[in-house]
């Protein structure tokens, strides 16, 4: 089975743009989950989609938002660009996001803001 | 809220060490608790986890109790080998409507000469 992949592995971009992110799950996942990864803050959960629905959102500005569609496949947008959105963001897929589901993750994309 | 209390590091070891790698959470509740591990240039992978207390998770040599009277779930190993050097996160999920959120630890980096 093939596991999470997302595109593109490397972005660079520059203040004030918009950037987006995709991520598709391992096949039969409903659930996936968005993390940003940082030297200084760690790891933070962004927010989580189950059959196209929000049901769970972390504590990141309105820039941050995503989305999913019917094949469970997801995206995230960040506009306005600020260096400190500088970071490897990581999606994660699960069954069906239940507490007792690992999650999967997948190789990151690595988004570089100047 | 919800948190998860890695021992600092790095860690290093010579190669056929004992580890152990300490992980203590806050939660209401009853948590799952997992450890995942990330190599360099890579995103996270799934070592374990555990959904009860007094369960036992294990994989690659790799086994951690869920401890409910000391709030732990500490990382061991046996005998370390070069190729387990990487950086380690305890994670947990709350339950209730935590849907897809896992709260992480700060991460431990882990060195293993030979």
């Known amino acids: 089975k093939a596991g999470v992949t997302q595109t593109p592995r490397y972005l660079i971009k520059t203040r004030g743009q918009q950037v987006t992110l995709s991520c598709s799950p391992i096949s039969g996942h409903r659930s996936v989950s968005w993390y940003q990864q940082t030297p200084g803050q760690g790891l933070q959960f962004l927010f989580e989609?189950?059959?196209?629905?929000?049901?769970n959102k972390g504590n990141f500005p309105g820039r941050f938002s995503g989305r999913q569609f019917s094949n469970s496949r997801s995206e995230m947008n960040v506009s306005t660009l600020e260096l400190g959105d500088s970071a490897l963001y990581l999606c994660?897929?699960?069954?069906?996001?239940?507490?007792?589901?690992?999650?999967?993750f997948g190789p990151g994309t690595r988004l570089t803001v100047t | 809220g919800n948190s998860v209390t890695q021992m600092e590091g790095p860690v290093t070891l010579s190669e056929e060490a004992f580890l152990t790698i300490n992980c203590t959470y806050t939660a209401t509740g009853y948590p799952s608790l997992f450890w995942y591990v990330q190599y360099p240039g890579e995103g996270l992978q799934l070592l374990l986890k555990a959904t009860k207390a007094d369960d036992k998770g294990s994989n690659k040599g790799f086994e951690a109790t869920y401890r409910k009277e000391t709030t732990s779930f500490h990382l061991e190993k046996g005998s370390v080998q070069v190729s387990d050097s990487a950086v380690y996160f305890c994670?947990?999920?709350?339950?209730?409507?935590?849907?897809?959120?896992?709260?992480f630890g700060q991460g431990t980096i882990l060195t293993v000469h030979p």
């Open positions: 989609y189950f059959s196209e629905t929000q049901r």
């Open positions: 994660a897929s699960s069954s069906t996001g239940g507490f007792s589901y690992e999650q999967y």
């Open positions: 994670a947990l999920n709350a339950g209730g409507t935590s849907y897809g959120k896992l709260t």
